[in-house]
């Protein structure tokens, strides 16, 4: 059994201050070398689902330089999933970016339907 995992990281994280002054909340630094985002990824990792689709907004360079491929996490697989990053563009209309995140997950149903997981 397939399944994916849909990770909303485009959070703004207000109420951390300075910390989410240059970052996503998902990319905060914990423990000196992992970021918050990593126990999620580790968690779908040893729950056995390796295609994970990782949602950004806010401030994505930092989180996404850190995931790059995914290979820390075994998540580099480019024939039986793996992790892809995920972000809003903006287009004609200003109201592009994601409003919250059922829309995050709504402008990318293509992408959370490809492949048609059994879960």
């Known amino acids: 059994m397939r399944t994916r995992a849909v990770l909303l990281a485009g959070g703004e994280g207000t ?11 998902p990319a905060v630094p914990f423990a000196g070398k992992y970021r918050i985002l990593d126990f999620v990824l580790s ?4 729950s056995n689902i390796f295609d994970v689709l990782v949602l950004t907004q806010y401030r994505p360079h930092s989180l996404n330089e850190h995931i790059a491929r995914g ?3 075994d998540l580099d697989r480019s ?13 004609r209309k200003s109201t592009d970016w994601y409003k919250g995140t059922a829309d ?3 402008q990318n ?5 490809r492949g048609a997981p059994d879960n």
């Open 109 to 113: 149903l293509n992408f959370v339907r």
């Open 71 to 73: 290979e820390p996490w």
């Open 104 to 106: 995050a997950v709504t």
């Open 43 to 46: 968690n779908c990792v040893n």
């Open 15 to 25: 109420r951390l201050g300075v910390l989410t002054a240059k970052r996503a909340k």
């Open 79 to 91: 024939f039986s999933g793996g992790v892809q990053l995920l972000q809003p563009y903006k287009g």
